[in-house]
T-cell receptor, first 117, second 111 residues
Framework: GAVVSQHPSWVICKSGTSVKIECRSL??????MFWYRQFPKQSLMLMAT?????????EQGVEKDKFLINHASLTLSTLTVTSAHPEDSSFYIC?????????????FGPGTRLTVL | LAKTTQPISMDSYEGQEVNITCSHN???????ITWYQQFPSQGPRFIIQ???TKVTNEVASLFIPADRKSSTLSLPRVSLSDTAVYYC????????????FGTGTKLQVIP
């Protein structure tokens, strides 16, 4: 149980285009999901907290107009990288917390590799 | 959010026990300690979580001293497939508190 999926697993796009990444909790409800970005040989950096039915909370330095987050249901959050540029190339990872779990465990998706040409 | 400090890297031979220590001096009363494992180009995977003393599961043990200002992840008899980055996270139980990843420890298992 507690599986999180991401789609696509990798994507290559041209500079200036927008890319949408989906994060789904397959067998549990997740009111809260998190989006991370990871550059090569670096740690995960939290970008934003996605809350079902409300606006996402962005970390300092993350442009909310560039990284659009929509958490439309209890099992789906999407991250749209708008007008992507080469510097946005990274590994994007989402995680979800089980609504009925008391511990602070997060279940992570497999990640999405974004390459902007 | 409690900040964590771990060694950047460690090497170990196959079959040995590996202990990775994490320092978290500012841990709060409600904070739990969680360890994750990450392979290249994959999302982190939960290993173990604890609050105090010792926790053991099928893959690892977690030792937490009484003052809880540090913790040690113990991996028994590592194999080559245990080569990964290991992250120690500290966060509150319940609620939807965000957690911050530290630098992690890159464990290299040598044949």
């Amino acid at each position: 149980g507690a599986v999180v999926s991401q789609h696509p697993s990798w994507v290559i796009c041209k500079s200036g285009t927008s890319v949408k990444i989906e994060c789904r909790s397959l067998d549990f409800q997740a009111t809260t999901m998190f989006w991370y970005r990871q550059f090569p040989k670096q740690s995960l950096m939290l970008m934003a907290t996605s809350n079902e039915g409300s606006k996402a909370t962005y970390e300092q330095g993350v442009e909310k107009d560039k990284f659009l987050i929509n958490h439309a249901s209890l099992t789906l959050s999407t991250l749209t990288v708008t007008s992507a540029h080469p510097e946005d190339s990274s590994f994007y990872i989402c995680s979800a917390r089980h609504d009925y779990q008391s511990y602070n465990e997060q279940f992570f998706g497999p990640g999405t590799r974004l390459t902007v040409l | 959010l409690a900040k964590t400090t771990q060694p950047i890297s460690m090497d170990s031979y196959e079959g040995q026990e590996v202990n990775i220590t994490c320092s978290h001096n500012n841990i709060a009363t409600n904070d739990y300690i969680t360890w994750y494992q990450q392979f290249p180009s994959q999302g982190p995977r939960f290993i173990i979580q604890g609050y105090k003393t010792k926790v053991t599961n099928e893959v690892a043990s977690l030792f937490i001293p009484a003052d809880r200002k540090s913790s040690t992840l113990s991996l028994p008899r590592v194999s080559l497939s245990d080569t990964a980055v290991y992250y120690c996270l500290v966060g509150r139980s319940g609620g939807y508190q965000k957690v911050t990843f530290g630098t992690g420890t890159k464990l290299q298992v040598i044949p």
